[in-house]
């Protein structure tokens, strides 16, 4: 009785509803596949019901072996995903803050500000900076998150005395030009020279002294690295290769600055190779940290050779020279350590400005090393041609999944939620590799809005004999499952 008191639009009503819902469910998970790069209901699953049905392994935590490999699994993740500080990073003033003016949009990221913050306090800070009034202004200065607020602070350690870190902050985020922030870089060397000759001496006096000591050589080699890069944005190359390479032989021990990264780059804006193969010799060794200014220079050195006469079809009928191969060996080693480099060069993705902070073999990095050399590639003739016809080989070679790399350690999978965080997502869309399958929770709401839909439309066209065929499988269901049908009248009554 229940079944034949339905009327055609009951059903509609149904599939339609069913329908909406579904999609609406499929909206909000390809949402949020694109934001965080998991489908939410196969999170929740994992996160919240697994363990509430019993489905995590208590016994595995009591072995110390496994207790040891979580361990060094969580280092190895730790140290993958370190970020470092970008070594060309832009001025805040003179290049970030011209960009915003122009286009509205804030190319930093705050967790990217955040970081520098923190790279701040722990350059340009020590324990006894509240025994000068202006250094506990600075010190103060540098947490704040307020820009404006910062400037003035500066200023006001300025009018107490003369101060190094305050000078830099003024150049830094103040200056609107280059030129401006190499006359406050000037400043800042005369009185950072100044406390390094002072805080030398003092030395081996006690621990404050030496902490003051670090604090004023760590204050001394940003002002000479800035005023470099000044002088490389000015046009003045040769002045900054010589300041480059003067400040790499005073302080050989400080390489968390990676000074030879600026050091590379202008020595191929000089178009000076051989000095360029001089320092990837000394710093592409297998015992030292890569970066993709490193593999994707020495492949560059390498097309060079052979890259103006390179010709994929003369290749492909008589075979690669000992030269190309070699070529395109230096190039599948840089594809693998970053396989988001070259669709930048390649100019398959658009450029932003920047960060001010990379994640190796992340995205980040990949836009802060094309961003400076994409020129340096298309000088050298034919370069960007070999880039384009071999480039996607690397991927033959890399096992899949990737439990184990070819020349380098696995791909780290961490990479697409630290660049997502480094990276302004707004206007940017992260790349991401390796690319991610679509969750079966996508797919299964997709299948199950169109299913749905077809129903709403053919019941709608079709009123009498959809209504037949729903109440054909309705009572086929209940006359196989009798149970079904006790429990739905039960509910009825």
Not at 52 to 72: F, M
Not at 119 to 143: E, G, V, Y
Not at 212 to 229: G, P
Request: charged content about 20%.
């Amino acid at each position: 009785m229940f079944l034949n008191t339905l009327t055609p639009k009951f059903y509609v009503a149904l599939t339609g509803t069913s329908s909406l819902i579904s999609g609406l469910i499929l909206i909000f998970e390809w949402w949020y596949f694109r934001k965080y790069g998991t489908s939410f209901i196969e999170q929740v699953s994992v996160s919240h019901l697994r363990p509430l049905l019993g489905g995590v392994d208590n016994s595995a935590p009591n072995s110390p072996s496994s207790s040891n490999g979580d361990a060094d699994s969580s280092r190895q993740s730790v140290s993958e995903c370190k970020v470092w500080r970008n070594p060309l990073n832009l001025f805040r003033g003179a290049e970030y803050n011209r960009y915003t003016w122009v286009t509205g949009r804030e190319p930093l990221t705050y967790y990217d500000m955040n970081l520098s913050a923190q790279d701040h306090q722990t350059f340009f800070t020590c324990d006894s900076d509240h025994l000068r009034p202006a250094d506990a202004i600075m010190q103060k200065a540098w947490r704040e998150r307020n820009p404006q607020a910062r400037i003035t602070a500066a200023h006001e350690a300025l009018d107490l005395e003369d101060c190094a870190t305050a000078y830099i902050l003024l150049a830094e985020e103040e200056a609107t030009t280059i030129v401006e922030a190499e006359k406050l870089f000037k400043q800042a060397l005369k009185i950072g020279e100044s406390c390094y000759r002072r805080s030398q001496q003092l030395q081996h006096h006690g621990a404050q002294y030496e902490a003051q000591h670090r604090r004023d050589t760590n204050v001394l080699v940003y002002i000479k690295r800035r005023l470099a890069m000044c002088s490389r944005k000015l046009g003045r190359t040769r002045e900054a290769v010589k300041m480059m390479r003067d400040l790499m032989k005073e302080f050989p021990l400080l390489s968390m600055f990676n000074i030879h990264e600026n050091l590379l780059e202008s020595l191929l804006e000089l178009q000076n190779y051989a000095d360029v193969q001089a320092v990837l010799a000394k710093y592409d060794d297998i015992s030292l940290p890569k970066s993709a200014t490193i593999c994707y220079t020495a492949a560059l050195l390498k097309a060079r050779a052979v890259s103006d006469k390179f010709s994929p079809e003369a290749a492909s009928r008589r075979g690669l020279s000992t030269a190309e191969m070699n070529a395109v060996e230096a190039i599948h080693r840089a594809v693998e350590f970053n396989p988001h480099v070259p669709k930048y060069l390649l100019e398959m993705k658009s450029l932003i400005l920047p960060p001010e902070h990379i994640l190796k073999r992340g995205d980040s990095e990949a836009i802060a090393y094309t961003f400076f050399h994409l020129q340096h590639w298309k000088r050298v003739e034919g370069a960007l041609n070999l880039l384009h016809c071999t480039w996607e080989g690397t991927f033959r070679m890399i096992p899949y999944p990737l439990e184990k790399g070819h020349l380098f350690y696995p791909y780290p999978v961490c990479t697409e939620t630290a660049d997502r965080e480094l990276l302004p997502t707004v206007f940017h869309e992260v790349s991401v590799y390796p690319k991610k399958e679509l969750p079966f929770f996508i797919l299964f709401t997709a299948g199950l809005c169109s299913f749905t839909a077809m129903l709403a439309l053919l019941t709608h066209q079709f009123p009498e004999l959809m209504g037949v065929f729903a109440k054909a499988v309705t009572v086929s269901i209940f006359e196989e499952n009798p149970f079904l049908l006790c429990d739905f009248l039960c509910s009825e009554v």
